[in-house]
């Protein structure tokens, strides 16, 4: 049978949104395709099997997956001799592969807005090497998978020759992404006051998450609201304190919440007990939160542009994120305005419903065969 290798080094100890992303084909693909092989490349920092799968082998690579060793000697560093076609994940594309090789590219950040990729001091070097392997995944990847129709309209926009080589494969939301009770105590266990409401925004802290926006449009939507509290759920970098900082000399530190990464079950909660998902980004491959938000019933007031509008569609509520008082406007309307909350919530579980991972993974397969064949 054909062997299909799949880059699944992002699945760690470490929650991700690409994780989730590759966690569905592996959950996924080798009951859609019994008629496929299918190789697991394995971070060594994650214990336990990916899949317990009769058509799938797994092999530890004992190096991270944005590295020299991917971007330059994975063939030496793997045996890849048998594989007939090589899924890259994230972003960027191995060299010296000897088979088809399908990238999913999420973005194209790297090329088009690098100051948006990093902390502000990310190196010329870390520049070189993300956007040296995406050129390399336009230019000679047998097909190009990307989440959205704003990306693929970047990416070709960018590379117009990748054209007929690009599909789009929407991503899916969990399960445990739902409506569900919750009890005020659940709340305090993460530090929360159950009689405080709060406006959440998750994601880590890069630049185009555009979390100072979040800060400066909270601050003017609730200036006489100090009932409402802001609760991030982030990956905190070295830059992170500049954020507290902000949010001081705003004057609302005191009802600023900086929670880490918290389990599935914990965001679905805080989704669930959130007045609103306030996402003011720059750009998104996909926004995972959004979709999660919205299947959970939180209203979600985004950015006009990017992939927000064709995530959340007529069930959110959107604006310019350079624009603190047209975001701070739609987010107050929503904190004060239950009707319109409600209207949201109903939409937006509608809206989420569209949204599965067998079909992102069916979408996936479609690909790898044609391809193959």
């Known amino acids: 049978m054909p062997l299909v290798c799949i880059d699944c080094r992002y699945i760690g100890p470490k929650p991700s949104g690409i994780a989730k992303v590759v966690q569905a084909l592996v959950d996924w693909l080798p009951d859609l395709a019994p008629d496929l092989d299918f190789l697991l490349l394995k971070n060594p920092k994650l214990s336990g099997h ?8 797994e092999t530890v690579v004992n190096a991270t997956a944005n590295s020299p060793t991917t971007m330059w000697r994975l063939p030496a560093a793997v045996d890849l001799s048998r594989v007939d076609l090589f899924h890259a994940t994230f ?19 790297w090329l088009t807005n690098p100051e948006w990729c990093n902390a502000r001091f990310s190196s010329v ?20 998978a990307t989440v959205s129709q704003a990306s693929r309209q970047a990416i070709v926009a960018h590379s117009p020759d990748v054209a007929d080589r690009i599909d789009v494969t929407p991503l899916g939301i969990s399960h445990a992404y739902r409506e569900a009770a919750y009890q005020p105590e659940e709340l305090g266990r993460l530090g929360l006051s159950a009689d405080r409401p709060f406006i959440l925004c998750v994601g880590q802290y890069v630049p185009y998450k555009n ?26 970098n070295r830059h992170s304190s500049d954020l507290r900082d902000l949010a001081a000399s705003l004057g609302i530190a005191h009802r600023v919440r900086f929670l880490p990464l918290v389990e ?19 750009c998104e491959g996909f926004g995972l939160p959004l ?10 007031v985004t950015s006009n542009r990017s992939a927000m509008p064709e995530v959340v569609g007529d069930a ?27 209207m949201m919530k109903q939409k937006g579980l509608q809206r989420a419903a569209r949204f599965q991972w067998r079909q992102f993974a069916r979408d996936n397969l479609d690909i790898y065969r044609r391809i193959l064949r």
Do not use: W
């Open 291 to 300: 979709a999660e938000a919205m299947a959970c019933g939180c209203p979600v």
């Open 264 to 282: 599935q079950d914990d965001l679905t909660l805080l989704f669930n007990a959130a007045t609103a998902l306030l996402h003011p980004s720059y």
């Open 50 to 57: 990916l899949s317990t799968a009769g058509n799938v082998t």
């Open 316 to 342: 959110g509520l959107l604006a310019d994120p350079n624009d603190i008082g047209a975001m701070a406007a739609a987010l107050r309307h929503v904190i004060e305005d239950s009707s319109l909350a409600a």
């Open 91 to 109: 972003n960027i594309m191995p060299a010296r592969l000897r088979m088809p090789c399908v990238t999913t590219v999420h973005d194209i950040m």
């Open 211 to 236: 979390h100072e926006g979040a800060l400066r449009i909270f601050a003017e939507a609730t200036r006489s609201l100090d009932h409402v509290d802001l609760v991030f759920v982030q990956r905190l």
């Open 125 to 144: 070097l870390e520049r070189f090497f993300y956007q040296h392997g995406i050129r390399r995944a336009l230019k000679q990847s047998a097909a190009i």
